[in-house]
């Protein structure tokens, strides 16, 4: 009900202090989706949900590019945004708009493909970072790729297996010795990079792996703390990834985030961060998350699915 609220006129949503964005307008249509509500089907928010699609297409660009502003990183953006259209273009009734989801789709694909062909030094192989010239890499911007081309696959598009195993060594460099996953290969870890390099191998297909089983012991050693950095980010990436991967950091550490959710959410149905990574955001950027979160067990988003 709060999101539905804070939609604008013309189906897009805003960050806090960035203006109406496609990242923010995909991630509360994703929330919907992840609720169980689906475009072209009756019910309270399916005007809601093909407005927010329709202005993600609205926005794209002529290179494929999914942004409606001038962020320092329009591939956080666009990973978001092509992630969106993949989840929904098999679930879109309405053939019309199911072509132009499918039409965009594959331009925006295949400029994230295009992207990871550039040339890089070996440290950054196989990844991406904010510009579509970008020559070097970090594993933030990567997750959202990863995640856009996994579910691209889910649906049908066509996705380079080399694209695909590229990415998994990208993401192994990532992972530090001694438990969790790093901005970059060689720097520290925190949860919510540990969350996006754990779920980023599970989808790829590298399950297991020592690098996942170690974030999955970090995970555990390092519960989450609402007034921790980037905590919406930390929501959304691990609560998936502990799900996927199952076991004791599921039983352990998805419990206590959960709870974390449920005693921070406002009266009226939102949450804000107190860090201020997050509330940069904006509310609809923090309820979005926890709702993703908190829907993971439904698995409606193919992307849940295991």
Avoid at 191 to 196: A, E, K, L, S
Avoid at 258 to 277: F, M, Y
């Amino acid at each position: 009900v709060h999101l539905k609220a804070a939609q604008k006129t013309d189906g897009a949503w805003e960050a806090s202090g960035f203006g109406k964005a496609t990242s923010i307008t995909s991630l509360a249509v994703m929330a919907f989706l992840a609720a169980g509500h689906v475009p072209g089907e009756p019910g309270p928010y399916r005007e809601s949900i093909e407005k927010g699609i329709r202005y993600v297409i609205s926005q794209q660009r002529p290179n494929g590019l999914l942004v409606s502003n001038t962020s320092h990183g329009p591939m956080y953006c666009h990973g978001i945004s092509t992630l969106m259209l993949a989840e929904v273009v098999g679930m879109t009734a309405d053939a019309k708009l199911a072509g132009e989801v499918r039409a965009a789709l594959t331009k925006a694909i295949e400029l994230i493909l295009k992207s990871q062909e550039l040339s890089k030094a070996k440290q950054h192989a196989g990844g991406w970072r904010y510009q579509p010239t970008s020559r070097d890499s970090d594993l933030s911007v990567t997750g959202w790729q990863v995640m856009a081309l996994r579910a691209a696959l889910g649906s049908g598009m066509p996705v380079p297996s080399s694209a695909i195993d590229a990415a998994v060594e990208y993401i192994k460099r990532c992972a530090v010795k001694e438990g969790g996953f790093a901005y970059q290969p060689g720097s520290g870890p925190n949860n919510p990079r540990t969350g996006t390099g754990m779920l980023a191998l599970e989808l790829c297909g590298a399950h297991g792996t020592p690098e996942a089983l170690k974030g999955a012991d970090y995970l555990i050693g390092h519960p989450p703390r609402w007034s921790s950095e980037y905590f919406f980010y930390e929501v959304y990436y691990c609560s998936i990834a502990a799900f996927q991967i199952g076991g004791k950091v599921y039983q352990t550490y998805y419990p206590k985030l959960v709870d974390l959710l449920l005693e921070h959410q406002e009266g009226d149905g939102s949450w804000l961060s107190g860090d201020g990574n997050d509330r940069s955001g904006g509310r609809v950027y923090c309820t979005a998350m926890a709702v993703l979160a908190l829907a993971v067990e439904y698995q409606y988003l193919p992307i849940y699915q295991k």
